[in-house]
């Protein structure tokens, strides 16, 4: 059984309405067909947003708030060409942080070409808007001059937005000069910009020092940092010292150091007494060369 549809709260049944019969309205306006035109989704994830915001608003200020929402709801619909769920709201404004932008800081006049410029930049630059509003997590919709800046330097280049985006989840756009800096680094050791933004996913541009080391730490121990650095994804730059303890055990015991780092893909360095007790049941098993750490 699928679970109860949450209730629409009493203030919001105008903008649900308004949401559901905008295809309707958009095809007689365009003349075209009404499957031609995207369908908006509501999930409960709105319904229950709008449920908390709503307490202790003036009826003034919650019919600006949905005057709001559907105007970025609506606007987002514009950029794909069956659906468009409500997740980019509750993305940006359902647990916003204490530094967020309200999605009241402006007038609804200039909100609302804020709102529009986004959609913009989004299709002049064939980009969802999930990865805007991924970035933009507990944050509000973004400043409009950096993130035209942030399309521009991605453009110019040739960096994958998305993984600009994912290293900067819930923390908003980034400064493109810090990204000068490690694109500057990535190029210096020939290392693909991609490894050290997924090791970075959610934790934001990485210490320049840092790197410098687990790429010093790489090359004297003749290791690929690709392997380090997917065992680290998403987890930061790992403390050489943890890397050392687990490349001597890995020495030691006469182990694949990629097997293991395989084996770790986002969970970082593991604790060697386990490894101990892994190795020890594949030799006990018999399995060494099938399934456990693989010898080299």
Known sequence: MSPEKRQTPEEARYLIRNLERRKGLLARISKR???DIPDIVIKDTLL???????KGMEQEEIKDLNKRLFALINRAADLVTKKQDTAPVTSMYA????????IDEQSYGEFLEEVKTIIELCKQHHISLKSITGMQHGLG?????KLDGLLEWCTNNEV???SITGMQN????????????LLAWCKDNSVDIKSITGMQSGLGVPDAKKLDNLLAWCKDNSVDIKSITGMQVGLGVPDVKKLDGLLTWCTNNNVDLKSITGMQMGLSVPDVKKLDDLLAWCQDNNHGDAN???RT
């Open 141 to 145: 919709v973004p400043d409009v001059k």
């Open 95 to 102: 647990c916003q942080y204490a530094d967020a932008r309200p």
């Open 33 to 35: 067909e009404v499957g």
């Open 160 to 162: 994958d937005l998305k």
């Open 292 to 294: 456990g750490p693989q």
């Open 48 to 54: 229950k947003f709008l449920d908390k915001k709503y």
């Open 170 to 181: 819930g923390l908003g756009v980034p400064d493109v000069k810090k990204l000068d800096g």
